[in-house]
């Protein structure tokens, strides 16, 4: 029996690549050729390349093509910037990510705003960065794009609601926060960080509240108001004697907050699925304005 509190990210993923899969059919039966999703992985970090396998998983199944620029972890400055370079300017592809985080050696800053913005689905140049600011049409970063499609498809009320996030971060924080704010979705939005006083005062004022704060179970259930709606962006691999050796928590201490709680994302299998699922989304938007 399913659990109406709960918030599966696993589920609605599972829906959005129905209905990216059914636009890529499409695409390919009118002859414009499927939609082609390419990814740099400078170096072997093990968490870029389980997301990087996932990524290529993902597009398979939903008919789009992949590809992956591995560099070794001495690979130059010089040798990113040519791929870029590369993939900028070939037409097969419609869209790339770079995968972060890249070697010391290399100016990320300087690699992320190499890409063609046309072609940024990770939505991280910024060109898409402005254009979000703005409320216009633009790429949007995968993770909060997911979320506001969490809260959007399992019938959250956004519009007129406070919502405070925890967390200021460049790939989650700021950018769900702007995103939620604009004129269309039309949330109130308070953003909290680590040098904010009296954190508790603010999070139990949220109806929704997200939480991007990388710290082990964070928010307690004194944190959050009755029958808000929380997202827990975190995931933390914490040891344990089980057969895996490990278990997987977030930001927000489940357990309690679930009793408050009006909805809750678990995780896993909250936020985590629908990041993937957003750079398809992103990916296929890309290429029906490339193709045309």
């Not at 560099?71 to 869209?95: P, Q, R």
């Not at 506001?148 to 700021?174: D, F, M, P, Q, W």
């Not at 954190?199 to 004022?205: C, G, I, N, P």
């Amino acid at each position: 029996m399913a659990d109406d509190k709960i918030i599966d990210g696993k589920l609605i993923a599972e829906t959005m690549k129905k209905e990216i899969a059914a636009e890529v059919a499409e695409m390919i039966d009118k002859g414009i050729g499927a939609p082609h999703l390419a990814a740099v992985l400078v170096g072997d970090d093990e968490a870029s390349l389980t997301y990087v396998t996932s990524k290529e998983k993902a597009c398979h199944k939903v008919g789009m093509i992949s590809s992956v620029y591995k560099l070794s972890s001495n690979a130059t400055e010089e040798e990113v910037l040519n791929i870029i370079d590369f993939l900028n300017k070939d037409d097969e592809i419609d869209g790339y990510i770079v995968q972060l985080p890249l070697p010391e050696h290399i100016n990320e800053t300087k690699v992320i705003q190499s890409i063609n913005p046309n072609k940024d689905v990770d939505g991280f140049t910024l060109c898409n960065i402005g254009l979000m600011q703005l409320g216009e049409p633009c790429y949007h970063p995968a993770t909060p794009f997911g979320i506001k499609e969490l809260l959007k498809r399992s019938g959250v009320e956004i519009a007129g609601k406070h919502v405070v996030v925890i967390g200021r971060s460049n790939i989650v924080g700021t950018p769900i926060s702007v995103m939620l704010s604009r004129k269309g979705t039309d949330a109130t939005v308070t953003i909290c960080h680590s040098k904010t006083q009296n954190l508790k005062e603010l999070t139990v004022q949220a109806d929704i509240l997200i939480v991007a704060v990388g710290q082990v179970e964070f928010v307690k259930a004194d944190m959050v108001k009755e029958g808000a709606v929380v997202i827990d962006v975190g995931i933390h691999r914490i040891k344990d004697n089980s057969e895996k050796g490990y278990h997987i928590v977030g930001d927000v201490d489940f357990k309690e907050v679930y009793k408050k709680a009006s909805k809750i994302t678990p995780v896993p299998g909250g936020v985590g699925p629908m990041t993937i699922v957003s750079l398809l989304y992103n990916t296929l938007k890309a290429a029906k304005s490339n193709k045309k």
